[in-house]
């Protein structure tokens, strides 16, 4: 271990030669730093490769294929235009809710926020399943009682789900909610003596939100709309489901239909140069951010502005929401899940378990359940041991380039889940893993979902540490305590929670994964999503199977969801 080395990974501002010896917890450190980068960058070295070369020679032949086909051209089109308008459809709607949350009388605001927490970790293809039940053009049960009402003589619409306008609508619940959870805070900080001055000097209330509210939290408002278009970019579920002609699902055809590595790789390299916009616009809002802060500390009381009857329009508005987002759907999954045949109604000698009880007995989805379990777990407390080592050294050390770190973690988060898939697809088939034999393998699938995830494992623990004074870890380190020391029994504890929490937070998001499983899973490595598919597809049982599994999903990501809350919310130090 060198000098520099030792020096890099030094606390800011303590000084002194030190010993020359072998540090163990340097080493540890740099270890973490080079996982970070093997499962988030490394994947995508073999895929440039192959979108740019053809017998180890640079080529654009396989680029100008994408630019010639009109078909595969539509569908990046399409991926922008759609997530352009998810992303300003997103940040509109979530402007007054925030608003109504953060700064006014406005009711059944917990309702709302509970609302917006379900729809960021709930899968937005279980959604749609329930919405093609409901508005299906042919057989959805609104549908058919519109044709009714209306005396319409025809057996299709009025209404599609199979459309731009179903992509957009099905899209905008978790779009909002990311919105509402960028927006929300920045009101909560905005000084109210200054909305105080404005009225003083004679602003009407709208007024003053116009000149004074609204540009003191824009930055906020750009990064909900970076995040909502970064979700539309990578959705895949919500696409597949309605057939639609965008990235996601085109780079999994490339891949099914003609095995063209060549071409899928070139699919996955243009949405991640749409990601890379997106995380660049996201990192610059997020710095334009710091201009707009106000007196440290002093953040908005309450309340600021008494509404009236108008209070009960926005509590209205957060009702609907909850109502088309949480409620309706999965009302709609729950129940028709519990009923031998949907037509019959619900009526006692129509309920069964039937349906629940097969995914129990049935090898195949006890199976993919407990895949989808293993690798919930697993990804977990990988992204957290891995977060807790990267986020010491961001938070903690002056080790160069370290501000890079957080960048190379957020990276893949930002890119479509089946390009990330395609990704680590041509690592796995690169020797020397192609040796290996990994590819289809669970530890593949996990090789994924950490690269993706991983990014809030490493920014949680880094929020963890700079919560936490220095001081504590520079006195165990003046006491004779080395790194690995300070953080296992000084920083980690403090922050235990915040961490652990992380482990369940990140199964959450991982349990009902879909887009890069559906790229990497093998014989045998079936997960809930993959079965949930199939099952959806007609293959292996009824529609109401479908139901079953998507319920089942749904109570385990809650479950999961819940616990990690409680635990971060609750006290570490006693």
């Known amino acids: 271990m060198t000098d520099a080395t030792r020096a890099s990974l030094a606390v800011p501002g303590r000084r002194g030669p030190r010993k020359a010896r072998f540090n163990v917890s340097a080493v540890v450190l740099v270890l973490a730093v080079a996982v970070l980068a ?29 630019l010639a086909d009109p078909h595969l051209m539509r569908s990046a089109f399409n991926t922008v235009g759609y997530s352009l308008a998810i992303g300003v459809a997103s940040a509109l709607l979530a402007m007054p809710l925030a608003f109504g949350i953060a700064r006014t009388d406005m009711p059944l605001k917990k309702l709302l926020t509970v609302s917006a927490l379900i729809s960021v970790f709930s899968p937005g293809f279980l959604i749609t399943i329930a919405y093609i039940d409901l508005l299906g053009p042919n057989n959805g049960s609104i549908n058919v009682l519109l044709r009714g009402l209306l005396g319409l003589e025809t057996t299709f619409g009025p209404l599609d789900i199979y459309s731009g306008l179903g992509l957009v609508l099905l899209t905008l619940p978790g779009g909002i909610a990311l919105c509402l959870f960028q927006i929300v805070p920045a009101l909560g900080k905005i000084d109210p003596g200054l909305e105080a001055a404005s009225r003083i000097a004679g602003a009407s209330a709208w007024q003053t939100v116009r000149r004074v509210t609204l540009p003191l939290v824009r930055p906020a408002i750009l990064s909900g709309f970076v995040l909502a278009f970064t979700l539309s970019v990578g959705s895949y579920g919500i696409p597949q489901m309605l057939g639609m002609n965008v990235l996601s699902v085109t780079i999994r055809e490339t891949l099914l239909i003609s095995f063209n590595l060549a ?42 502005y008494t509404l009236g009857p108008w209070r009960y329009v926005l509590a209205g508005a957060g009702v609907v929401y909850f109502v088309l987002a949480i409620l309706l759907p999965y009302a709609v999954l729950i129940v ?12 006692a ?19 993919a359940i407990f895949n989808s379990m293993t690798l919930a777990v697993g990804t977990g407390a990988t992204c957290a041991v891995v977060g807790i080592l990267v986020g010491y050294i961001i938070a903690r050390t002056a080790m160069p380039g370290r501000s890079l770190l957080d960048y190379m ?32 393998t669970l530890f593949i699938i996990g090789f994924a979902y950490v690269g993706h995830y991983i990014a809030f494992g490493v920014r949680g623990s880094q929020v963890a540490f700079s919560q936490v004074s220095a001081q504590l870890s520079e006195a165990a380190r003046i006491a004779g305590a080395n790194r690995l020391q300070t953080i296992g029994h000084i920083e980690v504890p403090i922050v235990r929670n915040a961490i652990l929490s992380i482990v369940f937070l990140v199964g959450a998001l991982v349990f009902p994964e879909l887009s890069m499983t559906i790229i990497l899973t093998g014989s045998g490595t079936q997960t809930v999503s993959t079965a949930l598919l199939e099952l959806w597809r007609g ?14 999903m749904l109570v385990i990501v809650l479950a999961l969801m819940v616990i990690g809350n409680l635990i971060r919310s609750a006290r570490t130090v006693r």
């Not at 997106?278 to 802060?293: H, K, M, P």
């Not at 899940?337 to 009526?347: I, P």
């Open 38 to 66: 093997l499962v988030t960058v490394v994947p995508l070295v073999p895929m440039t490769l192959r979108a740019f070369t053809n017998d180890g020679s640079l080529t654009l032949e396989h680029v100008s294929a994408f």
């Open 263 to 304: 071409l899928a790789a070139v699919l996955a390299a243009v949405s991640i140069v749409i990601g890379l916009v997106a995380v660049a616009g996201y990192q610059y809002t997020t710095r334009l951010q710091s201009r707009f802060e106000v007196v440290a500390g002093r953040g908005s009381a309450g309340a600021s």
């Open 336 to 347: 028709s899940s519990f009923l031998e045949a949907t037509s019959r109604g619900l009526t």
């Open 349 to 367: 000698d129509n309920l069964t378990l039937e349906f629940y009880t097969n995914l129990v007995t049935d090898p195949y989805y006890r199976t």
């Open 409 to 440: 973690a957020f990276l893949p988060l930002a890119l479509s889940g089946t390009a990330f898939g395609i990704a680590v697809l041509l690592t796995a088939f690169s020797s020397p893993l192609r040796w290996m034999g990994l590819s289809g």
């Open 539 to 552: 293959g292996g049982g009824s529609i109401q199977a479908a139901y079953a599994m998507s319920s089942l």
